[in-house]
């Protein structure tokens, strides 16, 4: 056995270990204080099984052992992925939103919601993108421009009476103040520096919703919020025209994928234009940007402006489907859990970001049997994106090595 085979093997073993001290706790410690020793080790001797497997498998592939199985199975691979890219890409995209409009149809309410909420958090992410992925700054707070928006409806709905689609523009605007008065004085920080202000921040304004009583009515939040509605024809006494309240599941899947296609084509159109190219070399590199004559702080201000109008309309809408609003459900660690799908989709990419966002948010729903166990099982594979893949899922095609990394 070679040096190399010892040391990795070591370094399995270890890791096992140390799993099993840190699971024996959670799982060992019961509610009357006693410790037990049975319910981690049955665990524990599930998931040692299985990284055994997985790294026999590995450990063989780098030998080559499985070289006679492995190269004619890639060549198949590569001659469908071949057959796949042969059609026009005009197709998958016409089969794509066939799919997604037929969705609400052929599964069942329980999917629908999963759908609804998995919609959502994709137009979180691509606006969290805009800051994350194009600009390169890291923002810990984002989640609190989903509440602006939030709030936002809800007061313009339950004290002036005015409609969703009425709202939809304003909540984005005041999302978009509020991203630039966050952004003003901290964009002139850099690196770790900026994640730490712009999470203070975002508790910030968690605060302030939780304790203005007299305008958000606190903790107890804000019920009875209007659900989307339009005008619909009705013939019974001639033709007049009345509000259609879309409060079934199917109109708001509706509204919600409405909303992330707008978000995905805005971000894409963003992303190829000039400030698109403006953000990227910001990120690459924020000194070179400068001494090309990049105007870098009205240009990072207006990506936490821009991604800030997306957290707006998630927010609105948010609000509308659940009609009812309170400070608990923009804490941070769903800033957490958005910054997440972003890098494990891929920073900058909008394919990436939308399989993020399933991953995190719809996976979890199918395996809800292992729910005592969701969150160790997100953190390792957290942990495992980023040693063996730390550029996402499907990265970026442009994507460069940030200055700051390189310090």
Known sequence: MTRESRKFW?????????????????????????????????????????????????????????????????????????????????????????????????????????????????????????VVGLCGLLDLGYIAFYGVGAYTYALLSLHYGLSFWLSLPIAATFAAIAGCIIGYPTLRMRGDYLAIVTLGFGEIIRIVLNNWMSLTNGPNGLLGIDAPAVLVPNFTHGFTLELFFMKKLQYLYYIALALAVVAIIAVRRLNFSRIGRAWEAIREDETAAELMGV??????????????????????????????????????????????????????????IMLGAFALIALPEFFREFELYRMLAFGGAMTLMMLFRPAGLIPAKRMGKRSDDED
Do not use: H
């Not at 204080?33 to 524990?44: D, I, Q, R, S």
């Not at 991604?307 to 400070?327: E, I, Q, T, Y």
């Open 10 to 130: 070591l370094t399995l073993v270890i890791g096992l270990v140390w799993f099993l001290l840190l699971l024996w706790p959670l799982l060992g410690i019961k509610d009357d204080g006693t410790l037990t020793f049975a319910p981690a080790f049955a665990v524990w001797i599930r998931v040692a099984v299985t990284v055994v497997i997985l790294a026999c498998i590995y450990f063989a592939k780098q030998q080559g052992w499985l070289d006679p199985v492995l190269r004619p199975a890639a060549k198949a691979a590569g001659e469908v992925q071949k057959a796949l890219l042969t059609p026009p890409l005009w197709i998958y995209a016409i089969l794509g939103a066939a799919f997604a409009l037929a969705f609400p149809w052929l599964f069942s309410r329980y999917a629908q919601d999963i759908a609804v909420s998995v919609l959502i958090y994709i137009t979180l992410g691509l606006g969290l993108n805009v």
């Open 295 to 352: 105007n870098t702080f009205r240009f990072k201000l207006l990506a936490y402006a821009m991604g800030a109008v997306f957290g707006g309309l998630a927010g609105a809408f948010f609000s509308a489907r659940m009609r009812f609003v309170s400070p608990e459900s923009f804490t941070f660690i769903e800033s957490a859990l958005v910054l997440s799908m972003v890098v494990l989709g891929g920073m900058g990419s909008i394919p990436g």
